[in-house]
């Protein structure tokens, strides 16, 4: 079963053309091929069709092996460039790669063309799959950022050292610190309260090991320090994950302060409320009992 492959020959002699063919086809490809010799006719080609390969010769009337390569380059095509011609010395093949080409071949040795194309077919597929890894990645990356930029809450990252990876925006708002003072220095350190450090420093040894501890997984209620030295409430939820073999953590943090002092103005309510029960049920049985006084004196 042969292979389709689409092939633009730049070459000035059909003869050669020809003979690079019926070595394709020997090796098994059924070629689609055309030939041209200038840099015109090359854009033309190269305009209306998507060419698998390109076969040039070194030398040419009109044209070169180098300038038809240029010419690729400045369009931004990832395909297999091949040489193709008679002679070509040791100067010229090294310039010729390191300008992109990804292969030479001498038209007497043309046995070694089939391989070469199916090796070269085989490296443009990885670069794409590389290059649209790479895309992914990127993409991924930048939607990440601007997670972290946009989010309405804290987001700090851990490496298992408990040394911070990551700090947003919102975390530089709620705690006072920029990244560029906390980005690679323990966490435990800087905003946990001294009270609290020797239990957050044994929290993360078994977290360093097991990916596990007391408070992940769980969203829980502690006090964080501004750098400013003020303490305030949080709410804290961690989340862990393994990356190349070790634990890492993400802190999602909200600064809870307005909640604590509604919940505090809403509990001196309630007992201002229950004073003035207790105080209204006092002034009732007092009234009762001077109503009885007066019943008995008027009898």
Not at 46 to 65: A, E, N, Q
Not at 200 to 222: H, N, Q, W, Y
Request: a neutral charge; proline letters at 4%.
């Amino acid at each position: 079963m042969t292979t389709p492959l689409q092939v633009l020959i730049v070459e000035d002699s059909e003869d050669d053309s020809l003979l690079m063919i019926r070595e394709l086809r020997r090796g098994g490809y059924e070629p689609i091929y055309e030939r041209v010799e200038t840099r015109a006719a090359m854009q033309s080609a190269l305009d209306k069709t998507k060419w698998d390969v390109i076969l040039c010769d070194y030398r040419l009337p009109h044209f070169s092996g180098p300038e038809a390569l240029a010419f690729v380059k400045e369009r931004g095509l990832d395909m297999p460039f091949i040489i193709v011609t008679g002679t070509i010395g040791d100067v010229e093949a090294v310039s010729s790669m390191n300008a992109g080409a990804h292969d030479y071949i001498l038209k007497g040795n043309l046995t070694r063309l089939p391989a070469a194309i199916e090796r070269e077919l085989r490296e443009a597929v990885m670069r794409r799959e590389r290059r649209l890894a790479d895309e992914m990645l990127k993409a991924s990356e930048e939607r990440y950022k601007t997670i972290l930029e946009t989010a309405q809450d804290a987001i700090v990252c851990l490496e298992y050292t408990g040394k911070i990876s990551g700090w947003n925006k919102k975390a530089e708002e709620i705690f006072g610190y920029p990244p560029a003072e906390m980005i690679g220095n323990d966490l435990h350190k800087i905003i946990v309260p001294e009270r609290y450090r020797e239990k957050a420093c044994d929290g993360l040894k078994t977290f360093s090991r097991t990916g596990a501890g007391p408070i992940v997984g769980k969203t829980v209620e502690l006090s964080a320090l501004r750098k400013d030295g003020t303490e305030f409430p949080i709410a804290l939820s961690i989340s862990a994950m393994r990356i190349r073999g070790e634990w890492q953590a993400t802190g999602i943090v909200r600064d809870i302060t307005e909640r604590k002092q509604a919940e505090e103005r809403l509990k001196q309510q309630v007992e201002e409320l229950e004073r003035f029960k207790k105080a209204t049920i006092q002034r009732e049985i007092r009234m009762k009992e001077l109503r009885d006084k007066l019943e008995k004196f008027e009898k």
